[in-house]
């Protein structure tokens, strides 16, 4: 009988699972797909948000049902539970849930015959019904206020000094702010504040989970240094709050056993150990086990690009997290809002919906494509803020549309790219003769995409077997949790990297052409004058 590990991803649109044998090879994987199968929750792209409005929620009771139906999933493609010796997750980053005065004892009595959304889904259990999700900006005034107290010195910088970024609509803070406001009474009753991310490990757990150092970096209230909530940030958020957030842990910590539900239900073992869970990026950094120099850059329905920093910089365009791979490290994070669902835009009106005719149209038009660029933001942008379409031509002037289809697809790709290479080298980060560029997520399967991603870099684009970097990381962390044990055994013995060796080297699928610099470096510069010019 073999050791598993089991990985799970509550993203943006699926919950995923990986299970993994100790060579960390993977022996399942499954996923729910929110839209489709679970439609009565009528969700587009995972989320809710009636027409017109910044606000962007998720009936939370929607995460626990798609639990209930991956685990059965899971027992029919033959997974044995009773091999699993520990398990750890990720979830999208920034929402949160709201446990209301039962929700402590509802976990801790969950009755093993009855599905998990049947018992968990009651005002009781969760205070407030929808949790809202990182795609929310509707929390601008909330933001103004949380820069506009003394926290490190005051202001945006003074923010991003202690929490990592600047006060951002997204992030908890914001969130849990505006809900004391809005619906103090049901603030009231609220218990315990979860991430998504400690959410799910609570189910897992029977007891409310501590938030980890990293997802908790993107909450705009814990200071990253200190690893301990802000008094100053609560006080400024909302009443009483350090006692509804709990304690905090780092990102691989074995927190505790199985509940005794999982037992009961699946067969897994009482021993199989639950390691925190984190943000989908930090796992995702995980996955890929990113090492100090390269860049990864993860292409979903948010795009986001994310290096490893030995020490944290304030800086207040883009996230500095605790480093969920190494205690003392840190990591910086940009996140561009409008990914997949854009480019998804874009081959509908531009290649009939089909990828092959999107590729083919990008494979035809030269580097730096006639001197067009072009900037999609189908929602507001969060680097930079700005929202819509914005086309220009070689002599600088505005577009309201471009003249080939060939020319709209390479522009829109092309923009995409440039714009992260210019935040990254905001960040400190510089092309270097070693520089590895490592592509994650659904896009990294799509070649043509990842030579315009090498072109823009100048730098070769390695790809992992799988493109679940997230859910990967996650039962990599399982194992790395679990050999470190709850006493936390050796670090260097079971860094990460040990944990890993065992893996392959990531495959090389793009080299840059000899023009590249010479075509995007001056793109590069013309990129920071049009979003100034937008920002004016
Ligand atoms: C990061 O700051 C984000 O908001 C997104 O990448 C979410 O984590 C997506 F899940």
Redesign the pocket.
Known sequence: MGSTYLGLDF??QQLKAVVLNEELQILHETHVHFDSELPEFRTHGGVVQKKGSKEVTVPTIMWVKALDMLLEKLRVCGVDFSEIVALSGSA???GSVYWGKGGKAALASLNPSRFLHEQLGIPSVLSIPNSPV?MDSSTTAQCRRLESGSVGGGGAVGMARVTGSRAYE?FTAAQIAKIAETKSQAYSTTERISLISSFACSIFLGDYAPIDWADGS?MNLLDIEAKDWSDECLELCAPMLRGKLGATKHSYANIGPISPYFVERFGFSPECRVVAFT???PASLVGMRLQEGDIAVSLG??D?VFMWLSEPKTITEG?VLCNPAKKDAFMA?L?FKNGSLTRERIRDNSADGSWEIFNELLNNTPRGNFGNMGLYFDSQEILPNAVGDFRYNKAGDKLTRFTSTEVEVRALIEGQFIAKRAHAEDFGFKIGKGTRVLATGGASVNTSILQVLADVFNSPVYVQESTNSAVLGAAYQAKHGYLLGSSEGNENENSLEAVTACLPAPTLVCSPFQDAAEVYNPMITRYRKIISAIGD
Do not use: F, K, P, Y
């Open positions: 993203s943006t999208q980053q920034h990182w997204r993107g943000g989908d990026n329905t948010s986001t996230h994070l996140c």
